[in-house]
């Protein structure tokens, strides 16, 4: 079977990962977050800051100890010694790749018919199509279409941040510590804005296409995180500089009518179009990571050998990227974003939970072979942190209302049933 090709450095992975957690968001829930939080918000972010570094250590250590596509499947197959726990974190993986693909794509309708009254439907049909098109036509130019769109909502939020902390306030007057609903309110908007730290897991999944990835993958990974971070912690904090909690709830499109205030209209436009690269860039690499997982299980036994194929101009691997497509048009006809955003974070937490395990497990599985990246902090072959990213993530899972839970066990339960009649025709 051909190979994909490696034309990946550590700039374009770095910015791969920030585009990847940079998308949708923050631009959309940063709102509904401050509902429950108030301005005690970015307390929310450094603590998803907290969950997500503790995975991506983890990530860092399997993507260097096993560079290959459809990462979640290979880390924990290795890790249980388990094709069919493998296959269920993997297949959870797709699908939330796909609904989060399709969704955002909805999201992007929204901006568009704000803009141009272009219906919502046809701008997320139409930009699954292109965005598909560019995942085709090779791994260098998804790329460097991520990382253009990645600088693009960079600088939308480099505005959110100048105006924020440039206009004279009366800083004595804001209490960045009130919150209207406690300790609690921060819970629920630290789970709610984890959805926005989502992403950094699929660089794992380009493992294949990245230059010396036993080096690259753990510097792109934690990089990423580190970045988007800091911009999550200083974009929060402006925001409520500038409009307070109460109307960055009440908000439907809150950073733009955060740079409202200070810019005007213009300064919602300009959000709004950027807002548009923002959500782009989210589906995008969410098509590409998807269709990656599709050909690493495929070439793996675990899916059709045929979803393994690999084009032989573009050297990607075409029949799932069509069959990535398809499946994305057909849940854009659904969704809402808040309930979809929680059933994605459910499943990450889910696969986070399966990932810190994995490094544990494997310490003791496969003792002796070389680690390129060690997750740090040790008890002899015991990972410390790895086990407290294990316990944050089981904590999360509780927090979730029960028909998100439900939902969430019930794409579990397809991904059984579609392993056990796959396995029986083979």
Avoid: C
């Amino acid at each position: 079977m051909a190979s994909l090709s490696r034309h990946i450095g550590l700039f374009h992975l770095t910015m791969y990962g920030v585009g990847l957690i940079l998308g949708a968001g923050i631009y959309v829930l940063i709102g509904e977050a401050a509902g429950f939080a108030g301005n005690a918000l970015w307390i929310s972010f450094i603590l998803g800051a907290i969950v997500a570094a503790f995975a991506g250590l983890s990530y860092s250590e399997l993507t260097a100890l096993f560079p290959r596509a459809a990462a979640e499947y290979v880390f924990v197959k290795e890790g249980f010694r388990s094709d069919f726990i493998g296959f269920i974190i993997g297949w959870l993986t797709i699908l939330t790749s796909i609904i989060v693909a399709a969704t955002v794509a909805l999201g992007f309708g929204g901006y568009m018919q704000e803009l141009t009254n272009i219906p919502i439907l046809v701008s997320a049909l139409a930009i699954l199509g292109i965005l598909s098109f560019v995942n085709f036509i090779g791994i260098k130019e998804s790329a460097w279409a991520n990382t253009i769109f990645a600088i693009i909502t960079i600088s939308g939020l480099a505005i959110i941040i100048v105006i924020g902390f440039s206009f004279p306030i009366e800083e004595a007057e804001i209490d960045y510590f009130e919150n209207p609903m406690g300790f609690n309110g921060i819970i629920l908007a630290f789970v709610l804005v984890f959805f926005a730290f989502i992403g950094f897991e699929d660089i794992a999944n380009v493992a294949e296409e990245v230059k010396r990835p036993q080096r690259t993958m753990p510097r792109g990974i934690m990089l990423s995180v580190l970045i988007t971070t800091i911009i999550y912690i200083l974009v929060s904090l402006a925001s409520i500089r500038i409009v307070g909690w109460e109307q960055l709830a009440e908000s439907s499109a809150p950073l733009a009518f955060v740079a409202e205030q200070r810019l005007g209209e213009q300064g919602h436009f300009i959000l709004s179009v950027i807002a548009l690269f923002a959500t782009a860039s989210t589906i995008l690499i969410t098509l590409v990571a998807g269709a990656r997982i599709f050909y690493g299980m495929a070439r793996d036994g675990s899916l059709p050998s045929r979803l393994g194929l690999i084009h032989h101009k573009t050297k990607t691997p075409w029949i799932a990227v069509v069959l990535i497509l398809v499946t994305a048009i057909g849940f854009s006809f659904i969704g809402d974003i808040l309930i979809v955003a929680n059933i994605v974070v459910f499943a990450v937490v889910v696969t986070f939970a399966m990932i810190n395990l994995a490094v544990i497990l494997l310490r003791y599985v496969k003792p002796d072979v070389e680690r390129p990246y060690r997750v740090p902090v040790n008890i002899g072959r015991f990972p410390i942190l790895p086990l407290f990213g294990l316990g944050a993530t089981i904590y999360m899972a509780t927090q979730f209302e029960l028909q998100i839970i439900l939902v969430g066990l019930g794409i579990i339960a397809s991904g059984a049933i579609f392993y056990v009649v796959y396995k029986k025709r083979k």
